[in-house]
């Protein structure tokens, strides 16, 4: 059965810094899950969800992809996908985000799931951001059900951890749940770990109303706990790294970790 063009993930995300001290905390976090290529069939699902208008929640496709009109998420995300090896030139591609709740997103993590024709997941693209509005992102070709990739760490995140090591990816396909780890590897030890783990929900009108109820701030209270969460951070004296340069190159190719699946 085809999947829907709008799906929801509700859940949690859990971080845990080990270096130089241990710290952990968790909060809430509603996802939305769209087939890029039927985008006009989603925003007929509900109507407290919209694309390319305003609404409750909404998605824009300015805030993805090449970011230029003239190019198509599609091929913009194919495009990623091939320089990684994979061909999803008849395939599906599905993205997790965020979604813009009235007139703010801020997704610090967004999925693209590329699957081939047959249905199997072929690729991934962690697209990962940070609080000064910038992105860059990773690729990798999946060979599995479970899926660890590595890839140098390419980006500046946090103002907490410089842009050395690496990051290691563990990738479950998301049938029912999405279960996503992104650890920081420096020196052979892991520096600071941040997982999601949600379940799929229906993008019903009485779903995204509950959302709206039960999680009001939605990805505006995504930043508030960043920000919150780098204030006890400074106050315990973490060290402060400046940003550096962004990378010029939009994407960075994840390699498959064979020593851990």
Known sequence: MTPPPLRLWKGQTHHKRFVPFERAFSYEIALIDLDIDRLEEAGRMSWLFAVNNPGLFSFQERD???????VSLRRWAEDQFASAGV????????????????FYKFA??????GFAPDGKLA?????????????????AAIRGERSVHL????????????VSG??????REPAGTLDVVVENIKDGERSHLA???ARMKEATTANLMRLALTNPLSSLGVTFAIHWQALLLWIRGAKYH????????????AASDTTVI
């Not at 610090?108 to 799931?113: K, N």
């Open 64 to 70: 993805h992809g090449s970011q230029d009109p003239s």
């Open 87 to 102: 061909d999803l030139r008849a395939g599906t591609i599905r993205l997790v985000t965020f979604a813009r709740h009235f």
């Open 108 to 113: 610090p993590l967004s999925l693209w799931y």
């Open 123 to 139: 690729g991934i693209i962690y697209e990962v951001r940070n609080t000064f509005g910038e992105r860059h992102c990773y690729v």
């Open 151 to 162: 890839a140098p760490k390419s980006f500046h995140v946090s103002p907490f951890f410089d």
């Open 166 to 171: 690496q990051y290691r990816f563990t990738l």
């Open 195 to 197: 997982n999601i783990k």
């Open 242 to 253: 400046s940003r550096p340069a962004k990378p010029e190159d939009i994407a960075t190719v």
